[in-house]
T-cell receptor, first 113, second 114 residues
Framework: ETGVTQSPTHLIKTRGQQVTLRCSSQ?????VSWYQQALGQGPQFIFQ???????GRGNFPPRFSGLQFPNYSSELNVNALELDDSALYLC????????????FGSGTRLTVV | GDSVTQMEGPVTLSEEAFLTINCTYT??????LFWYVQYPGEGLQLLLK?????DKGSNKGFEATYRKETTSFHLEKGSVQVSDSAVYFC?????????????FGTGTLLAVQP
């Protein structure tokens, strides 16, 4: 079975720009969560999607938004990028919204300059 | 709110030494507890978990016991190897919400020297 695939692996953007990060969930998983991991910190929960609906959100502003598609892949969009948005963005899929059997992707390293 | 506190690193050990990484938590309700490992350039991998008090999670020689009375979930391994060098994250998830979100500690870097 395939794992979680994220693209791109690295990205450099300028402050004020917009970015879209992509995630393909593991086969059979219908739930996708996104986490932000700043350098030297633990991952912070951004939001979760279950069957194409956002069903939970962490302490992140509305300029962080997402989508989940019918094949359960997902996108994370960030508008009006700020320097503090520089981080590793991790996608995790699981078989259900309350299932702890997560599979994490390797992440997208976003640098905002 | 719910939180996880881990001992700060880096932890530097010689091969075959005993490892302990401390983790304590604060949570409402009865959380499930996890240890994740992150190797350089990779995502997180679940190392072990425990879902109720006094449960012991174990995997690849690592183990941790869910201690409700001390709100702790310390990670231990009897004999570390160079290949264990990585960042270790303690995490919890509290039931009752609409999601299975994880709350992580800040991570502990383990460096094992030959």
């Amino acid at each position: 079975e395939t794992g979680v695939t994220q693209s791109p692996t690295h990205l450099i953007k300028t402050r004020g720009q917009q970015v879209t990060l992509r995630c393909s969930s593991q086969s059979g998983h219908n739930t996708v969560s996104w986490y932000q991991q700043a350098l030297g910190q633990g991952p912070q929960f951004i939001f979760q999607y279950y069957r194409e609906e956002e069903n939970g959100r962490g302490n992140f502003p509305p300029r962080f938004s997402g989508l989940q598609f019918p094949n359960y892949s997902s996108e994370l969009n960030v508008n009006a990028l700020e320097l503090d948005d520089s981080a590793l963005y991790l996608c995790a899929s699981s078989p259900g919204q309350m299932d702890y059997g997560y599979t994490f992707g390797s992440g997208t390293r976003l640098t905002v300059v | 709110g719910d939180s996880v506190t881990q001992m700060e690193g880096p932890v530097t050990l010689s091969e075959e030494a005993f490892l302990t990484i401390n983790c304590t938590y604060t949570a409402t309700g009865y959380p499930s507890l996890f240890w994740y490992v992150q190797y350089p350039g990779e995502g997180l991998q679940l190392l072990l978990k425990a879902t109720k008090a006094d449960d012991k999670g174990s995997n690849k020689g690592f183990e941790a016991t869910y201690r409700k009375e001390t709100t702790s979930f310390h990670l231990e391994k009897g004999s570390v190897q160079v290949s264990d060098s990585a960042v270790y994250f303690c995490a919890l998830s509290t039931p009752g919400g609409a999601t299975n979100k994880l709350i992580f500690g800040t991570g502990t870097l383990l460096a094992v020297q030959p």
